[in-house]
């Protein structure tokens, strides 16, 4: 009877179809049972052999959410912050909570890694923090989807962590400093040697300055993916078995697992800060 | 299923799959990033961390502040310290004048009063010998005056009182010479 019930509820539950479709970006936003809303998508720009399309998907949706979600929060912030320093109040509840977190990315994270530039660069790397974690806590909400399970949405981030670090070195260094984290400087090895060593490494460390940023794309990307993967893999089999005793036990393993997604959520967004302050804070020395 | 997922990813690869990437998805994540970015700065960097910064500031100026009162102090204390030591040198070196200017004041002093106890010594060693002498010639007027008035009682008669006190001075100078 159980294999029969199996075969039944099988028949019309497809774990990848499930897993694609949550993860998968798209022209429509699912509030099952309540519908569905889907938009058209618009026509293709052609710039050059570039095919664009400009058309918001779901993550482009739940990303601007996202932002909306944490200004409101930082608007909220504010507003108690003001009014609890108005009183001399120390900062309580979720205000001293949120304020407490901002000035721990950007002295412990910020200032602790780029030094004194640190300051000029903690707004970003704050607001990075909390766009990521807000797109990464949306894909945990029911209905909910992550734009940073996205890889165009985190290589987007990372090329701009990319341009920061690039060019946040050169005005730190000037353009001699600057070339040199390109062709650097053997110690100790002169002459022919020195040159040559020179210019074996240029493309080692060429390669590192990409690596770097495609390393922070695909760790959030991958992190992002793979838990919802897992999650509705679980929901897949219980879905699949539609009986209590698999289901069951699936379940609460899936209560687990959700737990340990929110703190990857928060941990993902605090690595992708931490890395990006890092490498600021790399091209910022001149010794590289 | 695995093989089935693998399939539809692979089908959806250049579409709408996991792995495929859509340009426009990552200018929109630029706009929606910068345009989050200068709201979040314009709006609550400042209040969130303002008071942080002002602390920091406040340190900062109070680190520096510190700093060169230790320094100003470190400075005064050296300008006190050598100005101490020349007062120290100058004061012993005032001393040290003052001992040598008290010991030839004395040594002058010492010599002044042997010269001057010694002109009075001689003076009154002068004086006496002068007075002695000046007693010895009226002794010796007086006893000439004696012996000649004695003499002439003796004689009886006046005598030439010029010549005779020539013979009684000449016996007298030999006298004299004896003692």
Redesign the interface.
Known sequence: MMQEAQHGASEGVNIGEIVLHHTSDGYAIDFEPFGTIEWHKWPDIHIGGLTLNLTPTKHVVFMIFAAALVLVAMWYTKRSLIKQRAHQRAPTGFAGFIEQLVLWIREDLAIANIGKNGPKYAPFLVALFFFILAMNLLGLVPWGATATGNLAVTAALALMVFLVVEIGGFMAMGAKGYLGTIFPHVEGVKGIGGVALTLFMAPIELLSKFTKPFALAVRLFGNMVAGHFVILSLIGIILLFGSWIIGGPTAIVLAAIMLLETLVAALQAYVFVLLASTFIGLMQEAHH | ??L??L???LA?GGG???????????????I??L???F???K???V???S???EREKTIAGQLAEAERLNAEAKALLAEQQKASAEAKSAAQSLLAEARAAAEKERAHGVEKGRLEQEALLDRARRDIAAERDKALVELRREAVELALGAASKVIGQRLDAESDRKIVLDYLAKAGGNH
Do not use: D, H
């Open positions: 299923m695995t089935g997922m399939a539809i990813l959806e709408s799959g996991p792995f495929s990437v859509n340009p426009g998805l990552i200018i929109w994540t630029w929606v990033f345009v989050f970015l709201f979040f700065r709006t609550f960097w209040t969130i961390v008071r942080a910064e």
